[in-house]
Each structure stands twice: as structure tokens, then as C-alpha cells.
């Protein structure tokens, strides 16, 4: 949603241009009779969502870019979609493994729903260590993503949630779409049955959990997407205590731990408790680039447990063997090589160029005496311009730059004045949008 911030612009001059929202951006709940209709109702539900999800519309507004400038080169820094190429080692394991199912001995049918325990085994050893976090407890998916709205069909409609404003937008779209939102407030931008746990900057990204309300379950992401803030070792520490006293569940999503070089903690897990109180959800995509080969998992330790005693564990795996046939074994296959010593090295170098993009980014906006934050422990930027409308600087810079942003308000109210960029890129695009950005700015 749109707002206009032309008091706001007033006294910080950017010259950001007012654009009024896209129509498909702009459709409330219509009813469009075109040929025979069932008698089938709407999910009421559905009709609850606001607007179109976060990404698709970020797409809708780039192809209309395109179609009113065809001969501009656009400059995606945007949705965060890796860019370079897998490394041989893992992609050679699995066309291996794919050249194999035309073979007697190599095919392979089915496997186990829960995952490769080879893969589940080495996930633990590699990620877990010392946590104790075992094979057994993981739960390997088609990325991280999808885990989140297993999870929420686990949790079911009557459980109450908090998320991070900013965050990521799936999680309180899935909470509305089983239910657990309540009414949209056009008013606050927030839906009624939601907590937000207010993440900015002046609160160095972390909910002041005195005032928070108590709830079921928190999603929380470090680092966070789209802040880029890695919460420390104390933050997660009152976290954990936090639900501990309030007897709720943490959905923690890791999946931009690798990109962690500061002593912040990788997992939830390297906080004592945490293992009574967390689930913890992450991903190959954003550090195997394997966005578009899509493979995950989730944690759900032993330990966690209902009000009534039952094993948390117990019911997701009923989940993931109801409604999950078990990840691609030639993904998995790719995940084992991933996880291989040289592996881990050839991964390793491209996070070193994703994040020395990110410090050309943050370099330029801070040369420009834009407030930066982001940019040192995960792939995003956070940029912010006082008293603007996020979808105002969005579509300014791009029209005038050909430059696909992300506006901060996507993510949540607590985003506007904001916007997104991502380090996914190649190196000369990074350096060119810069060169842009600082002649336009």
C-alpha cells in the first residue's frame, strides 16, 4: 500500500516523485462474473491477504518497466536470486547421480520423506556441532520456504504470533491464510491477531521484549531478511528466555547464517534452552545458490514439546509424510557435495563475492550520507531516506535509474522509508548501478 509522504519530503530533499500504485497492486475483493460460476465460496482467508505477495508484484511493476523503457539496461538488485554459477564439484555430483537412474543399479525410487540420513547426518555435523542436534531431528525440504507453511499447517489456526516488523513476508501471509491473522487494520497497516515486534534501527533491530505481548509462536530471522542485522549472542539469549517464560515456540530462520563472519550466533541452537523452545528452519539457496534447484530443512529437536507434553516431532513428521513426498535424491545428492570439504570451500568463495558486492553498495549509499545498515553479515542493504515513502524511493530510482530496488514497506510498516538491496549480482552490474545511483542521487 501507498502513502503519501509529500510533508515528509519537504524537509529531506530527494525529489522523490508521488506514484500512485499499480492497478493490480490497488484491487480490493471484486467480484467478476465471467461465464459459470461454482458454488464453491471463497476461502475467506485468502480474501483477508493484502494486495498481491511481496515478490510477484515487485515483478509485475519490473515487466511494465520494461514495457515503457524496452531499450533500457535494468539493473536487478532486487529479489534476492543468486547469480553465480554453482560450483563443478556439486553440480558434477548430481548429474552423476542423475546419469545413474538410467542404470540398473543406479536407479532409485522413492526415498525416505524425512530426507538422505547421509545428508541429515552430515547437515548436523556440519552445521550443529557440539549443539547437540542429531541426524534424526532434521528434516530435509525444498527449501525453506515451503517448511514455512508446513509449519503453520502444524500449528493450525487457534495459536497466536509475533513476527519482526520488518520481516519477511511469508510468514504473516501464511498466518493469514490459516487463519491466525485476524481482521486488516488499512489504519496501522497491521493485521489485528498479529504482533509486531517493532526491529529498527534505533532499537539496534531487536524487539523490546518488556513490552511484547506474549504469544504462541515468534518467527524470527537472523540474520534478518530484509535488515541484514545478525541478532548477538545476548539478544538470542533473551529471546530464548523470553519464550521460555512465556511457554511459546521460536520459528528461527537461518537460512543467511553462512554469510555470519562477526561472532553472532549461526544457529539458535548455541544458546542453552534453546533446544526446549526453538524450531529452526534454513536453506541451501542463498548460499549454494541453489534457488532454482530448491532443497532446505527444518530442526525439531526431541526436547520440544505441547502444552499437553506430546513431541513436537512426532506431528511435523507426520506432516512431512502426509504432504511431502521427500526432496528431489538428485538435490540431495547435490547437497551431500555441497557439505564436502571442497565443497564448503567453493561455496565459501562465492559468499566472499556476494558480500564484497554488498560493501560496494553500502560504500556508495554511505558516500552519498545515506544511513546504512546491513550489508556485513548478510547479502542485503538496508538504505534508508527519512520522511519518504518506501514505494515513493523505490519507483524513483526506478525510473530514473533503471535500477529494481525492493521497497522497505514490503517487508512490513516498520520498513517504510526503506529500501532493499541485494548483493546477488555480477560485479560489473554492482558497479555500474553504483555509478548510477551516485549521479542520480
Known sequence: MLHDSSEGNRSFHYGFLSQQPLASATLGIETVKLGHSTEVPRNV????????????????RESEHIRKHPDARLIRLGIGD????????????????AFALSTVKGYKGYGAEQGNMALRTAIADKFYKDMGIEGD???????????????????????????????????????????????FLKETGKYRNIV?????????????????????????????????????WQQLKKLVEFAKANGSIIVYDSAYAAYITDPSPRSIYEIPGAREVAIEISSFSKFA?????????????????????????????????????????IVQAGGLACLSPDGFQALRTVIDYYKENAKIIVDAFQSLGLKVNGGKNAPYVWVQFPGSSSWDVFAEILEKTHILTIPGSGFGPGGNEHIRVSAFGHREYISEACRRLKNFL
Request: proline content about 7%; some cysteine.
Open 45 to 60: 482467508n485468502m480474501e483477508s491477504l493484502q494486495s498481491g505477495y511481496l515478490f510477484p508484484e515487485i515483478s509485475m
Open 82 to 97: 543468486t547469480t553465480q554459477p554453482i560450483p563443478d564439484i556439486i553440480t558434477s555430483a548430481m548429474a552423476e547421480h
Open 137 to 183: 531431528e532434521i528434516f530435509i525440504s525444498d527449501g525453506a520456504q515451503s517448511d514455512i507453511s508446513r509449519l503453520q499447517m502444524l500449528l493450525g489456526s487457534n495459536v497466536t504470533v509475533a513476527v519482526q516488523d520488518p520481516s519477511f513476508p511469508a510468514y504473516i501471509d501464511t498466518s493469514v491464510i490459516v487463519g491466525q491473522a485476524g481482521k
Open 196 to 232: 509486531y515486534m517493532n526491529c529498527r534501527p534505533e532499537n539496534n533491530f531487536f524487539p523490546d521484549l518488556s513490552t511484547t505481548s506474549r504469544t504462541d509462536i515468534i518467527f524470527f530471522c537472523s540474520p534478518n531478511n530484509p535488515t541484514g542485522h545478525a541478532a548477538t
Open 289 to 329: 545458490g541453489f534457488t532454482g534447484v530448491r532443497l532446505g530443512w527444518t530442526v525439531v529437536p526431541e526436547e520440544l514439546r505441547y502444552s499437553n507434553g506430546y513431541p513436537v516431532i512426532k506431528d511435523f513428521n507426520r506432516i512431512v509424510c502426509t504432504c511431502f513426498n521427500g526432496a528431489s535424491n
